[in-house]
């Protein structure tokens, strides 16, 4: 009985710590560094391949592809494809799976298609968070292209200027990644190593 006790408290009080720092450094956690891309476009900087950037974009065009993800048959991801135009008038795609990214972007649509029907006057400028990367596949590349041609993003007269980047979504950052799933695991291995310890003393 006192044994059991003993663990029990062990347990729960590495969990509570556990929890309490995440708790505190939520702030942190939740948002991360990122390169404000807004600041660099209008300095006239290059584009901070491979950084985790932020920026808004301005109108939000539609989803002009997508891929399954299978594993053993069964979709293990939905990725979802979308042309965006900056404040800066560049366009670049984005990438998103998630439930709550995909509901941003298709308000961003929405709002984008109510505003040049002039249904509304004005919208908010859509966040985006991600990782930039340079668009390889060339498959995608063809659908982008294609579709910015159908919008007429690529004729002579146009203001948008097309470019091969992508905000990925989907990307996980490293440092959630050790917080969230390491501090768990290391709350765990602390706890069998107690319980190790507290056995070895007893039986001796």
Same mark, same amino acid.
């Given at each position: *009985?006192?044994?059991?006790?003993?663990?029990?408290?062990?347990?729960?009080?590495?969990?509570?710590?556990?929890?309490?720092?995440?708790?505190?450094?939520?702030?942190?956690?939740?948002?991360?560094?990122t390169?404000?891309? +807004? $600041?660099?476009?209008?300095? &006239?900087?290059?584009f901070? #391949?491979?950084?985790? #950037?932020?920026?808004?974009?301005?109108?939000?065009?539609?989803?002009?592809?997508?891929?399954?993800?299978?594993?053993?048959?069964?979709?293990?991801?939905?990725?979802?494809?979308?042309?965006?135009?900056l404040?800066?008038?560049?366009? !670049?795609? !984005?990438?998103?799976?998630?439930?709550? +990214?995909?509901?941003?972007?298709?308000?961003?649509?929405?709002?984008?298609?109510?505003? *040049? +029907?002039? &249904?509304?006057d004005?919208?908010?400028?859509?966040?985006?968070?991600?990782k930039?990367?340079?668009?390889?596949?060339?498959?995608?590349?063809?659908?982008? $292209?294609?579709?910015?041609?159908?919008?007429?993003?690529? $004729?002579?007269?146009?203001?948008?200027?097309?470019?091969?980047? *992508?905000?990925? *979504?989907t990307?996980?950052?490293?440092? &959630?990644?050790?917080?969230?799933?390491g501090?768990? #695991?290391?709350?765990?291995?602390?706890?069998?190593?107690?319980?190790?310890?507290?056995?070895?003393? &007893?039986?001796?």
């Amino acid at each position: *009985m006192g044994f059991r006790f003993i663990l029990g408290f062990v347990i729960v009080a590495l969990i509570a710590v556990g929890f309490n720092f995440i708790h505190q450094h939520s702030s942190f956690l939740s948002k991360g560094e990122t390169v404000n891309m +807004d $600041d660099l476009l209008k300095a &006239k900087e290059d584009f901070p #391949v491979g950084e985790f #950037v932020h920026v808004d974009a301005a109108f939000v065009m539609d989803c002009f592809a997508s891929e399954e993800s299978k594993i053993n048959g069964i979709t293990s991801q939905m990725d979802s494809y979308y042309l965006v135009i900056l404040k800066s008038r560049y366009a !670049v795609a !984005v990438k998103a799976a998630s439930v709550d +990214d995909i509901a941003v972007l298709e308000k961003g649509l929405q709002d984008t298609l109510d505003y *040049m +029907d002039e &249904k509304i006057d004005t919208f908010d400028d859509v966040p985006l968070e991600g990782k930039l990367v340079e668009m390889t596949d060339s498959e995608l590349i063809r659908y982008y $292209d294609e579709y910015s041609d159908e919008c007429g993003f690529n $004729d002579a007269d146009s203001q948008i200027k097309v470019e091969h980047y *992508m905000i990925d *979504m989907t990307e996980i950052r490293t440092d &959630k990644f050790l917080i969230y799933i390491g501090l768990p #695991v290391a709350v765990l291995a602390v706890a069998a190593i107690v319980i190790v310890v507290i056995r070895k003393k &007893k039986k001796s």
